[in-house]
């Protein structure tokens, strides 16, 4: 299992706190970015906020994006005592993302852009723009049919000790990976006509086995890959 875990936390919002931030796993390259028009809806990593068929959009191919949003968009859940935070998870495969809920990739056609569905958290108490410090851990493990017991890859997240995806959501990060089987991992986050500020206070990253000894008098031992699958030639460097 691979799990990472990260703070943050957002204050000074406008009367509207917009728009909030996503962690993604993409193999697009370290400058990618989402659409870049000025809409805060896209959290840096998906399209055009008019834009409704994602496969002709400027998000971030080859990604999956857990996203923690501030601002309730004509796509996203309704607000829950006023609160519009929510999670959800979204992703085309290895086709532009979107951070607009249940549309179909391809327009018309093809899978569809959230996996599960997105979650209100202030039915469990938690307004990611109330100025305190959140705690997010994501915990994911990969298929293995051959393993004993046979695995399915699945994915959690977890905030504030609540676990937004009690079963988990199914998705195969290997489908995103390089040909190496290498991806990138950061974040995103963007604001609009309403505002705030956000800061990743800190993150750590906890991989499923112990790198080797770091010998000081040799450079080449700073540089570690962990595998992350139990399918020969997937890797998390």
């Known amino acids: 299992m691979l799990f990472r875990s990260f703070q943050f936390q957002i204050t000074n919002p406008s009367g509207t706190p917009a728009d909030g931030i996503a962690f993604l796993i993409q193999n697009s390259g370290s400058s990618a970015i989402g659409f870049t028009g000025g809409n805060g809806g896209a959290l840096g990593y998906g399209d055009d906020d008019a834009n409704s068929n994602p ?140 505002f705030e500020t956000q800061q990743i206070l800190n993150w750590t990253f906890a991989p499923p086995q112990q790198g080797t000894t770091i010998n000081p008098n040799d450079p080449q031992s700073l540089n570690q890959t962990f595998v992350i699958s139990n399918t020969p030639g997937q890797f998390w460097s």
């Open 55 to 194: 496969s002709q959009g400027e998000g971030i191919p080859s990604s999956v994006a857990i996203e923690f949003d501030t601002f309730q968009n004509g796509w996203d859940p309704a607000p829950v005592n006023g609160v519009d935070s929510h999670v959800a998870i979204q992703s085309c495969g290895t086709g532009p993302n979107t951070s607009h809920h249940n549309y179909l990739c391809n327009g018309t056609s093809g899978a569809n852009s959230t996996l599960g569905q997105p979650v209100s958290m202030e039915n469990s108490g938690i307004n990611f723009a109330d100025g305190d410090v959140h705690t997010v851990t994501i915990n994911y493990t990969p298929a293995c049919p051959t393993c004993s017991p046979a695995t399915v890859a699945n994915l959690q997240v977890i905030v504030d000790n609540v676990d937004v995806y009690p079963n988990g959501i199914s998705v195969d990060l290997s489908t995103i990976a390089s040909n190496s089987g290498t991806a990138y991992v950061g974040f995103t986050g963007a604001t609009g006509g309403s």
